[in-house]
């Protein structure tokens, strides 16, 4: 019997926890099964609600990291849940394809260094085609990092970015956007990263991790008043460059401004900042001669120093506002002069300024960022580069203050991390601005679970920014927006239809809605009959993503699926894909709603030590390396239950291994042990169910506790999960195994299953039922964490056991709290029986005594309904507290005061326990300390727990211990399940196997036979 037993077992739950293999061997099982598939067809059909879900895209221009998986993680989570809840979610994959960040990585594949270099010698088409392969080679490696996470996200649904139908269907946002007149094409002041050779959104230049501390030039220059013998503006700036493009002065109205006497010159700067500025540039002799407000240096015009090198300086030098003092109150008064130079082809508030006073925009840039013929001297030089030079023409001038360098923080491409420039440029707008109300309201209706990401998403959106969407490179969506080379007329066209029509030649066969073959497309003009153009701008890939809930869908799964239930990114995903969804819904549906009704948006995760994950530090964790060695189901638990899915987490293997690991194998443990014992007594879960325990009286104080406490963890865990508090949920489970089932239940039943006697199998078979429950429960609680794990308990121990059981644990129900097994003052008194264990626990350290040693007596001093509610459950708290008797009193007893006694307590509960050992208490003590070693011997050597061993021989002990032992050799038998147990003083039989333990200072031998 015992041996069939075996074979039986080892062919399903092997007696180690080896989530790799299992892993395995499930994933295999899924896949044969297609139960991905069938899950979802299945709730397609049966749910009791749809949850819409659009898959916010990664981008396939790099591997996947525990970064990206941390994500994936809490997707599937919520994906797994909501569907045992009854819901239809349309979790299907994404890819986000085109872009600059794959353009770059691409260059980089290509060892191309600019985007010249990319057009002349790499060609569009040819790079088109690399684009596509190279993403292809990254999503092999999501996909299959997915598979191994156990992430059920349907790939075949998936959407791709790139694919001429989406490209359609996000056209249709432009469109709207068109017909409201909020796109437009302007003269505007955008970040351009001279590297990229493209201009950036304003969300792009917020960039998580954008600002890098650089050095800059720290310049104090001075501007002669003009008609003035020595009177000049003090004014400072970081990059002399923008000198060449100076237009005005401003002051801020309403400050007072001042004269200084320095030498024999007069220095006009605000009155507030002259100490602190002289103290600077080291300047002891000054004087204030004269102040005035801001407001009465308007209109002052003073000598521009660079018309002789600059002829068109010269030329703009006539317009009435060119060169001369302006009042603006973004002037910050607290820093360096107040006195600011406007530089309109290179800054935002400049830009404006000039806007406002009909000031003309002068940008001599090309597309490299280098000055143009206009710019004089500086023509053919990078803005960056001369620096240098302008410092120079200043001191040849006498102009010149001071020239240092200063370390500061300063926007850097987040791509490529070149300085931005700030350029005016001739861009295409999505003038969300007009909108921003109706953008912020419908922003604020959005649940976000947190406060910080919640605050920081407003405030950005608040800003309000038009959102530059037009790009200067290849791999993108068309902007299609075509000219009119004549007459300037624009046309947009949304379809493949309408362009189609519109042709004048009819395109190819390989046409794509991509660059080279959109560009070859040329219309006529309505109105002049001339010949019209595409712009020749792709769009933003923040734009391209964030066209997703309507691009992926079709009409009418747009209209069921969005708003969708529940979106989640990381937090850096408030300037991208939270942002350009939002912005891209309100212009497409006109209403103030987002197209989310929750957005989690999670930390970043970072390495062991608390440092970002990086190249450069070759710290980034890959995942589909990482999953070679580590178990999917402990990653995932340990991700979740590590910290709030909003806080940075620090990745540590380490800490992996531990708690996670073992509260997984804790639960396959219990499992196996009830698994075990259930079948040996011939469990059959249709028959003895809780209800048929329940008639039969056969339920005790622990199971109606235990089935009590499971209510209450299922309420709990389901709470944290609305909440996303993922780690809350986690440790209501983890509590639950580890400590109520494992440290309390398991304990105090095992007895009763020690032992095969027919009165007592109902009694062992309501343990079993009670088991049966609450542990199904748990796998069930545990699947949305832990799939793979919660499948293998599925099928290898409820699914054996009842063969009627749906095929996977994925058809499930959540489980649903109980109230009627909710027993809230059983749970309240077996509270005061474990602070009577635990007191007894912190009595038997203080004496150093073992947990294992049984004592012969305990007294209880509390009040009497305390006393009274502790009784009924005496048998159980002495099993666990490991002691004979116990007495309950209202005072301490007077023998309690001798010698031999320790006493604890904690109000209103004293605990006074006898540390005296007779002959009898050591020997059985010495029994179970070596029973102990025995029962870990038996799992070394593969038995399970209900195998029954022949002999057990114990060597190497003295006299001593053989005499206190020799009258618990029954006991111990029936402890480690043997039919007898034999003591030796040497190993005289050698054909024993042997295996060595330590016993205190001793070393004992132990064989089983
Ligand atoms: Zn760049
Ligand atoms: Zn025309």
Not at 237 to 260: G, N, Q, R, S
């Amino acid at each position: 019997m015992t041996a069939k037993f075996k074979a039986n077992f080892d062919l399903t739950l092997k007696p180690d926890y080896r989530p790799l293999e299992l892993e395995k061997e499930i994933r295999e099982f899924w896949e044969k099964n297609q139960i991905q598939k069938r899950l979802m067809n299945f709730r397609e059909k049966n749910n009791v609600g749809l949850a819409g879900y659009v898959e916010g895209p990664p981008t396939l221009n790099g591997i996947p990291h525990v970064g990206h998986a941390r994500g994936r993680v809490i997707k599937d989570l919520r994906y797994r849940w909501k569907t045992m809840q009854g819901f239809f979610v349309p979790f299907w994959a994404g890819w986000d394809c085109q872009g600059l960040p794959v353009e770059l990585e691409v260059e980089k594949l290509l060892g191309v260094k600019n985007k010249r270099e990319l057009i002349e010698r790499v060609g569009e088409e040819r790079f088109i085609e690399e684009c596509k392969r190279a993403i292809m080679k990254y999503h092999r490696e999501w996909v299959e990092a997915d598979r191994k996470l156990g992430v059920f996200i349907n790939q075949e649904k998936a959407y791709w970015t790139y694919k001429d139908e989406y490209i359609e269907r996000e056209w249709q946002y432009l469109k709207r956007a068109w017909e409201q007149g909020l796109l437009e094409e302007g003269y505007y002041v955008v970040a351009y990263c001279p590297g990229c050779q493209t201009s950036l959104s304003s969300a792009e230049v917020g960039y998580e991790d954008s600002y890098k501390e650089v050095e800059d030039p720290s310049l104090y220059f001075k501007f002669k008043v003009a008609n003035s013998q020595n009177e000049y503006f003090l004014v400072w700036t970081t990059m002399p460059f923008t000198i060449i493009t100076d237009m005005m002065l401003a002051v801020h109205p309403e400050a007072e401004y001042a004269k200084v006497k320095v030498e024999n010159e007069k220095w006009i700067m605000v009155k507030q900042r002259v100490e602190p500025v002289m103290q600077e540039l080291a300047i002891k002799k000054y004087e204030i001669i004269e102040t005035a407000t801001g407001k009465s240096l308007e209109g002052t015009r003073y000598d521009y120093p660079f018309k002789d090198v600059i002829p068109k300086q010269a030329e703009l030098d006539k317009h009435p506002h060119v060169h001369t003092v302006v009042c603006e109150d973004f002037v910050d008064v607290n820093t360096a002069t107040g006195v600011v130079h406007l530089s309109p082809g290179n800054g935002e508030e400049d830009f404006f300024a000039a806007q406002k006073r009909g000031v003309p925009i002068f940008a001599p840039f090309d597309d490299e960022v280098k000055f143009t013929k206009e710019a004089g001297v500086f023509s053919g030089i990078f803005a960056r580069d001369t620096d240098k030079m302008v410092i120079e023409e200043l001191r040849k001038r006498g102009l010149l203050v001071e020239a240092k360098t200063v370390k500061h923080e300063y926007p850097t491409c987040w791509r490529s991390h070149h300085k931005l420039v700030w350029l005016a440029r001739k861009e295409y707008f999505l003038r969300t601005d007009k909108i921003n109300a109706k953008i912020v309201e419908a922003a604020e209706k959005v649940e976000y679970f947190f406060e910080s990401p919640k605050n920081r998403f407003l405030s950005f959106l608040k800003e309000g920014k038009p959102w530059c969407i037009s790009r200067e490179r290849v791999w993108g969506t068309p902007l299609p927006i075509w000219r009119c080379e004549n007459c300037g007329e624009k046309t947009l066209v949304a379809s493949k239809k309408e362009l189609f029509e519109k042709a004048l030649e009819k395109p190819p066969k390989n046409f794509e809605l991509h660059k080279p073959w959109i560009d070859r497309v040329a219309f006529k003009c309505e109105k002049c009959g001339g010949i019209m153009r595409r712009e020749n701008y792709v769009l933003d890939t923040w734009h391209n993503s964030g066209a997703s809930p309507y691009a992926r869908f079709t009409d009418e799964e747009f209209e069921k699926y969005v708003p969708t239930d529940f979106l989640t990114e990381g937090i850096d995903q408030t300037r991208g894909w939270a942002n350009s969804l939002l912005l891209e819904h309100v212009i497409l549906t006109g209403k103030a709603e987002a197209p989310y009704k929750a957005f989690l948006f999670q930390g970043l995760t970072q390495d062991a030590k608390g440092r970002k994950m990086s190249k450069s530090l070759g710290n980034i964790v890959e995942v589909n390396r990482l999953l070679e060695e580590y178990s999917a189901d402990v990653c995932r638990f340990y991700m979740l239950w590590k910290c709030s899915p909003v806080d940075f987490m620090n990745f540590d293997l380490k800490e992996l291994s531990r708690r996670p690991h073992q509260v997984l194998s804790t639960l396959y443990h219990l499992n196996r042990f009830f698994l075990q014992n259930a079948e040996y007594d011939n469990f059959n879960p249709q028959k003895h169910t809780l209800e048929w325990a329940l008639k039969e009286k056969q339920l005790k104080s622990p199971d109606l506790w235990l089935l009590s406490k499971l209510q209450a963890t299922i309420s709990e865990c389901t709470v944290r999960l609305e909440k996303c508090e993922f780690n809350f949920a986690l440790s209501t489970l983890e509590d639950f195994v580890i400590d109520s089932v494992s440290r309390v239940y398991v304990p105090m039943i095992r007895k009763e299953l020690w032992t095969d006697d027919p009165q007592t199998l109902n009694r062992r078979l309501a343990i079993y039922a009670t088991l049966w429950h609450v542990l199904k429960t748990v796998t069930l609680l545990f699947n949305p964490v832990t799939p793979y794990l919660s499948e293998a308990l599925y099928q290898r121990v409820y699914r054996k056991l009842d063969p009627t059981l749906p095929e996977s644990v994925n058809f499930e129900g959540w489980p649903k709290p109980e109230e009627e097994m909710r027993k809230k003052t059983l749970e309240e008194e077996f509270q005061l029986l474990f602070k009577c264990v635990s007191l007894v626990y912190s009595a038997r350290q203080s004496a150093r005594l073992k947990r294992r040693w049984p004592l012969s007596k305990m007294v209880i001093v509390a009040p009497e309904n305390i006393c009274s509610a502790i009784k009924n459950f005496e048998e159980f708290m002495l099993e666990l507290a490991n002691v004979k008797n116990v007495e309950y009193m209202q005072k301490a007893p007077e023998y309690t005061l001798q010698k031999g006694w320790v006493s604890t307590s904690e109000d209103p509960i004293q605990v006074l326990l006898n540390i005296e050992r007779d002959e009898n208490l050591i020997g059985e003590g010495l029994m179970r300390d070596l029973a102990r070693r025995v029962q870990a011997l038996r799992k070394e050597l593969g038995y399970v727990p209900t195998d029954i061993l022949n002999t057990v021989h114990i060597a190497e002990l003295d006299e001593e211990n053989i005499r206190l032992l020799k009258p618990y050799l029954r006991d111990m038998a029936e402890l480690v399940r043997a039919k007898n147990v034999q003591l030796h003083g040497k190993r005289e039989d050698a054909k024993l196997e042997w295996h060595e333990y330590q016993l205190d200072e001793k070393k004992v031998y132990i064989a089983i036979a």
